[in-house]
């Protein structure tokens, strides 16, 4: 079992990045995924997340409108394009996989039984 973000890197406040989550090893569009980040110093913490099918996305408020999540099951791979960056959006990014074959996403971290290695996003002011 297999999660690999990737396209972290050092942007400008305002500019774009985009994210991809790559997955083998399990059933994916049997599982919700979720991208959470880790600020320096903070708890890790709920960013956006995307049921199975991709019909139903959720997002923490401070991203509504800047980020969105979707996924491409044939490809097992989600993905979170991030427009308009903050400095505060500087943190590490991780994709985690929660087995749930029905509708939705969780927010709670307890839910999620696979996780990727993370990757830097920092946004400079």
């Known amino acids: 079992v297999q999660l690999q973000a990737c396209g972290g890197g050092l942007v400008q406040a305002g500019g774009s990045l985009r994210l991809s989550c790559t997955a083998s090893?399990?059933?994916?569009?049997?599982?919700?995924i979720a991208w959470f980040l880790q600020a320096p110093g903070r708890e890790r913490e709920f960013v956006a997340g995307i049921s199975r099918s991709g019909g139903s996305t959720d997002y923490v408020d401070s991203v509504k409108g800047r980020f969105t999540i979707s996924r491409d099951n044939a490809k097992n791979m989600v993905y979170l394009q991030m427009n308009m960056l903050k400095a505060e959006d500087t943190a590490v990014y991780f994709c985690a996989a929660d087995y749930r074959p029905y509708f939705g996403s969780s927010r709670a971290q307890k839910d999620y039984n696979y996780w990727g290695q993370g990757t830097l996003v920092t946004v400079s002011s």
């Open positions: 090893g399990f059933a994916f569009n049997s599982y919700a």
